[in-house]
C-alpha cells in the first residue's frame, strides 16, 4: 500500500510554495502592466512591416500643414456622374455652380451644333454615329 501514496513532508511541501512564489513574482516584475486599452495599443508592435526608409505616422496627424479654415466639403449630389440625377437636377447643379441660365443656353448650343451637323453632313453628327453614342441614355440632355 506504501507504493500508492506518495508522502511529501512539510518542509518539502513548503520549499515548493516559495518557488512557485518567487516564480510568479519575477514573472510580475518583468511583465508590463497595463492600465488601460490604449496603453495596451501602444504597446503593440508595429502591424504592417515598412521597408526601412518608410516612415509611419500617427493617425490624423498629415506630414505638411492643413488650413482648416479653408477646407469645405464637397456636395456630391452636384456630380453629373451619379446615375441618379435627372435633368431636373443637372439643371440646377449647372446654374447653382455656373450662374443662372447656363443649362439653357448649353442645351440650346448643343441643340444647334446637331441641326448644323446633321445639315452639313459632318461625320460626327450624321444618324448612324448618333445613334450608337445616344443610345444608351435618351433622357439625358447632351452637352
Known sequence: MLGFHSTVSRRDFMKGLGL?????????????????????????????????WVK????????VEIDWGKASRFDSRHMQQCSWQGVKEIEAAMNLRDG??????????????????????DPWYDIRNKALTGGDIPSQPEL
Open 56 to 63: 509611419e505616422n500617427e493617425i490624423n496627424n498629415p506630414t
Open 100 to 121: 443662372p441660365g447656363t443649362f439653357a443656353k448649353l442645351t440650346k448650343d448643343a441643340a444647334d451644333r446637331k441641326q448644323k451637323g446633321l445639315v452639313s453632313g
Open 20 to 52: 512557485i512564489g518567487s516564480g510568479l513574482g519575477a514573472t510580475a516584475v518583468i511583465a508590463p502592466v497595463f492600465h488601460d486599452i490604449d496603453e495596451l495599443v501602444s504597446a503593440a508592435p508595429m502591424v504592417h512591416k515598412w521597408p526601412w
